[in-house]
T-cell receptor, first 110, second 113 residues
Framework: DAKTTQPNSMESNEEEPVHLPCNHS???????IHWYRQLPSQGPEYVIH???SNVNNRMASLAIAEDRKSSTLILHRATLRDAAVYYC???????????FGTGTRLTIIP | AAGVIQSPRHLIKEKRETATLKCYPI?????VYWYQQGPGQDPQFLIS???????DKGSIPDRFSAQQFSDYHSELNMSSLELGDSALYFC????????????FGPGTRLTVL
């Protein structure tokens, strides 16, 4: 599986936008970019995924670089409930498993 | 709609004992995945099943086995438990293979004494 690199931790103020970066310079053409998050004492939770184009859903937006070697998860207005570890995962088409890396621990400051 | 259900939520066992963890996927989901998360670690994929057949295998010890039943629920059987097996075990389910979203259960916390 191609590798992703994320900052170990980030902080953001409540009610401000958060941009979580992910580098994946060895991404292949069939790799989808998935983001999951894990709130304290809970199972991982799907956030968003995309292949080439930017994606939006009710939780977040995913901005994918034109060369696909990096992506950014955008939380438009962080709340205290968004404090979690965010995982950027590459998942090849036909590959079932999720390979979790270290992730970014996001702290929200009230 | 009900999410993924895992039972038990907590389990305490002695070394060398056996344990069985159960997972009930979301209705109509035909694929089940098992992950292990050790203390302070990130989740690691163990095994998955699609339509009752094993579809992928990760770093699952030979002491562990799993299966998916006709009603799509799955069980993870763990024998000769070791202290290092103490972890959170998550089950996830999805509707189809490949890039579909995985929905995770709340996990079973296994403590081996």
């Amino acid at each position: 599986d191609a590798k992703t690199t994320q900052p170990n931790s980030m902080e953001s103020n409540e009610e401000e936008p958060v941009h979580l970066p992910c580098n994946h310079s060895t991404i292949s053409g069939t790799d989808y970019i998935h983001w999951y998050r894990q709130l304290p004492s809970q199972g991982p939770e799907y956030v968003i995924h995309g292949l080439t184009s930017n994606v939006n859903n009710r939780m977040a937006s995913l901005a994918i670089a034109e060369d696909r070697k990096s992506s950014t998860l955008i939380l438009h207005r962080a709340t205290l409930r968004d404090a979690a570890v965010y995982y950027c995962i590459l998942r090849a088409f036909g590959n079932e498993k999720l390979t979790f890396g270290t992730g970014t621990r996001l702290t929200i400051i009230p | 709609a009900a999410g993924v259900i895992q039972s038990p939520r907590h389990l305490i066992k002695e070394k060398r004992e056996t344990a069985t963890l159960k997972c009930y996927p979301i209705s109509r989901h035909d694929t089940v995945y098992w992950y292990q998360q050790g203390p302070g670690q990130d989740p690691q994929f163990l095994i998955s099943f699609y339509e009752k057949m094993q579809s992928d295998k990760g770093s699952i010890p030979d002491r562990f086995s799993a299966q998916q039943f006709s009603d799509y629920h799955s069980e993870l059987n763990m024998s000769s438990l070791e202290l290092g097996d103490s972890a959170l075990y998550f089950c996830a389910s999805s509707l189809v293979l490949a890039t579909d979203t995985q929905y995770f259960g709340p996990g079973t916390r296994l403590t081996v004494l």
